[in-house]
């Protein structure tokens, strides 16, 4: 779908701590996007409030993301008090926000709203409680739209409204295409987490790259939506091999991660979430992948590494003195918290 000229208002959600991994998938995919501020969920979720000038649709093109909204209103630094219920009033009624963005969304289903459903949460302390923050939306809406009638199932169209600290945000939540996003199985890595392993990766056409923790195939099934030399993933029990789009394909082997059957050097890239290990030498296992990891990277190749027991992480990378990290996200996976390290192999 072609974009459009006028700047579409949207915010999405992401894990905790993604926030910036999505807004670089969003400048990559849309150069022309405007920032508009990053928000947080406690362990929740994490948001990125941003401009663009494509219609909805497009959006889902977003690999790194959950949930994507059409924002309705976005305040910032309010008091926490009774008055920003009455300027965010005022903006859903008197700003044209709320008629723009029901617009787009009436565009984009193909047909009017007749019927809304709101879901209001608050994090935080403020003079004022859920109710009430629930009441001053629906006030509006009964002021600004009389005809949309508020229900609690199939409705036209879900209105999602946040109290986050000393923001208020609102949008209408845009239902996905019926194949954009498949379930993780529970303990599963979440698919907008292993995109971002492989987006962080900095995914070449003609990479040869690794993930040697197969891991459900999540990382390996992300990578291979887009062009590679070489996909390789395994593990001491593969699944049987998935179905990859040509040209990538993906190949998958039975291996140990201390001694991978690939020769020195082979790898330009590597993605993978670190298995659980036991508490009683997880340092020492840890050196043990890392060391191979190092053995079979080419000189200046790139791993990304998500992991969970992050100190004992930094312990084993120090005895591996040719993979340097460069950086690092903290992130909320299935509500427990991790690092994803990224890595380089120096010559």
């Known amino acids: 779908m072609a974009s459009q000229t006028t700047p579409l208002s949207a915010y999405v959600e992401t894990v905790p701590g993604l926030e910036e991994v999505a807004w670089l998938e969003i400048r990559q995919r849309f150069p022309r996007a405007e920032f508009g501020g990053f928000l947080f969920a406690k362990n929740e979720r994490g948001i990125v409030v941003f401009q663009t000038p494509v219609a909805p649709s497009e959006l889902f093109a977003l690999d790194t993301v959950d949930a994507i909204y059409l924002t309705v209103a976005f305040l910032e630094k309010t008091t926490r008090g009774y008055r920003d219920l009455r300027r965010l009033r005022e903006q859903l009624v008197l700003s044209g926000d709320l008629g723009r963005a029901a617009n787009a969304f009436s565009r984009y289903r193909r047909r009017q709203v007749h019927t809304y459903r709101l879901v209001a949460r608050t994090y935080g302390k403020h003079e004022y409680d859920r109710q009430a923050f629930r009441r001053a939306i629906i006030q509006a809406i009964d002021e600004r739209y009389p005809n949309w009638q508020r229900v609690q199932n199939d409705a036209d169209v879900e209105l999602w409204a946040n109290v986050l600290g000393s923001s208020i945000l609102v949008g209408l939540r845009l239902p996905p295409p019926r194949d954009w996003r498949t379930p993780a199985p529970g303990g599963a890595l979440p698919q907008s987490v292993a995109a971002a392993l492989v987006l962080l990766s900095d995914p070449r056409r003609d990479d040869l790259f690794l993930d040697p923790f197969f891991d459900g195939g999540a990382v390996v099934a992300a990578r ?124």
Request: hydrophobic share 40%.
């Open 224 to 347: 291979s939506a887009s062009p590679a030399g070489l996909i390789l993933g395994g593990g001491p029990s593969p699944p049987e091999l998935l179905p990859a789009p040509e040209p990538a394909a993906a190949t998958l082997l039975c291996w140990n991660g201390t001694a991978l059957p690939l020769r020195a050097a082979a790898i330009d890239k590597i993605a993978t979430r670190f298995p659980p290990s036991p508490v009683a030498g997880v340092t020492q296992q840890y050196e043990e992948w890392l060391q191979e990891m190092q053995r079979v990277l080419r000189p200046g190749g790139q791993a990304v590494v998500l992991t969970r027991a992050f100190e004992q992480f930094k312990d084993a990378i120090r005895e591996t003195p040719h993979l340097e990290i460069r950086s690092g996200y903290s992130i909320t996976v299935s509500g427990e918290w991790g690092r994803i390290y990224l890595l380089q192999r120096s010559g």
